[in-house]
């Protein structure tokens, strides 16, 4: 069975620029979030989609959105990009519904550079 | 922000040695998760912890837990090489967050 698949792994944006980051969980699993890791802030949660309705999201700004599909792949958008959005960008995704309540699995992450 | 607090940072072993590493937190909890993540990969589930459970074995793992402290510990028995990764404690609470530690930077030399 193939893992959560996340693309692109690695990238560059400009400043101002918006980013979409792509998430295929493993198959069955209904549950999808996403985290940022940074040097200075380490992991962070980002938000979390479970047949396709966001549950819960962290404490980031609105510039961060994301959605989920009917396959139950998942994008997460980063809209007017700052130098601090510089992060890996983790997706783990959970046969769900308790997506913490059980073992989730992640992906190796999608790196962004923001220049 | 983070809720988890791992010490130490960092920790240099030798293989063979047992590897210990903690965690605190702040609020009551659901379960407290703990993983493993090599150098810029993705993140290895390794155990959760419920909060009604004391002590979990997983192989050369054993994470106990101690919610009057609000504390978790991670033993890695016989180490070697292939444990060097940083160690990550997460905690969920509420049913509807986690939060994750700084992380423990492991190295284990031949």
């Known amino acids: 069975k193939a893992g959560v698949t996340q693309t692109p792994r690695y990238l560059i944006k400009t400043r101002g620029q918006q980013v979409t980051l792509s998430c295929s969980p493993i198959s069955g699993h209904r549950s999808v979030s996403w985290y940022q890791q940074t040097p200075g802030q380490g992991l962070q949660f980002l938000f979390e989609?479970?047949?396709?309705?966001?549950?819960n999201k962290g404490n980031f700004p609105g510039r961060f959105s994301g959605r989920q599909f009917s396959n139950s792949r998942s994008e997460m958008n980063v809209s007017t990009l700052e130098l601090g959005d510089s992060a890996l960008y983790l997706c783990?995704?959970?046969?769900?519904?308790?997506?913490?309540?059980?073992?989730?699995?992640f992906g190796e992450g999608s790196w962004l550079t923001v220049v | 922000s983070q809720q988890g607090e791992e010490d130490p940072q960092a920790l240099s072993i030798q293989e063979g040695e047992n590897a210990t590493m903690n965690c605190s937190y702040k609020?009551?909890?659901?379960?407290l998760q703990w993983y493993r993540q090599n150098s810029g990969r993705g993140l290895v589930h390794l155990i959760l912890i419920r909060s009604n459970e004391r002590e979990k074995h997983s192989g050369r793992l054993r994470v106990t837990l101690d919610t009057s402290k609000k504390s978790s510990s991670l033993l890695i028995t016989a180490s070697r090489a292939a444990d060097t990764a940083s160690y990550f404690c997460a905690t969920v609470y509420n049913n509807n967050d986690m939060r994750f530690g700084a992380g423990t930077r492991l190295t284990v030399k031949p």
């Open positions: 989609y479970f047949s396709e309705t966001q549950r």
């Open positions: 609020t009551s909890i659901n379960n």
């Open positions: 783990a995704s959970s046969l769900g519904p308790d997506m913490w309540g059980n073992t989730i699995y």
